[in-house]
């Protein structure tokens, strides 16, 4: 006997997977009434969530290198207010010396 169901798997677009993920988190259905739904495994469903609800911080942090950058960008910012406070002392030096 031949099977008639073919044994090619479904591939989801990222959209889709968050879609019905996002629906399994907000729980107004159970996750088999999503799964019947969108014609998926209960199992897919749950997985989805899960990886939403382990990633959803990753989205509040702070890029791995935006510390580091964020970081030189004040020490370079205090070095050129150094600079401008010397300047500034030594202009006001010099005006009160030529009477300005």
Known sequence: M???KS????????????????EAMIGVKTVGQI????????????QWKGVI????PELFEPPAG???DTQR???QLHEKIGELTVEL???KKKSK????
């Open 89 to 91: 002392d030594w202009l």
């Open 66 to 68: 935006q510390d580091q």
């Open 35 to 46: 799964a019947r739904e969108y014609q998926i495994h209960p199992v897919q469903v749950t």
């Open 53 to 56: 609800r382990d990633r959803l």
């Open 7 to 22: 044994n090619k798997r479904r591939r989801h677009s990222g959209a889709f997977k968050a879609k019905v993920a996002m």
């Open 2 to 4: 031949s099977k008639t």
């Open 97 to 100: 010396q030529l009477g300005l």
């Open 73 to 75: 960008l004040v020490a």
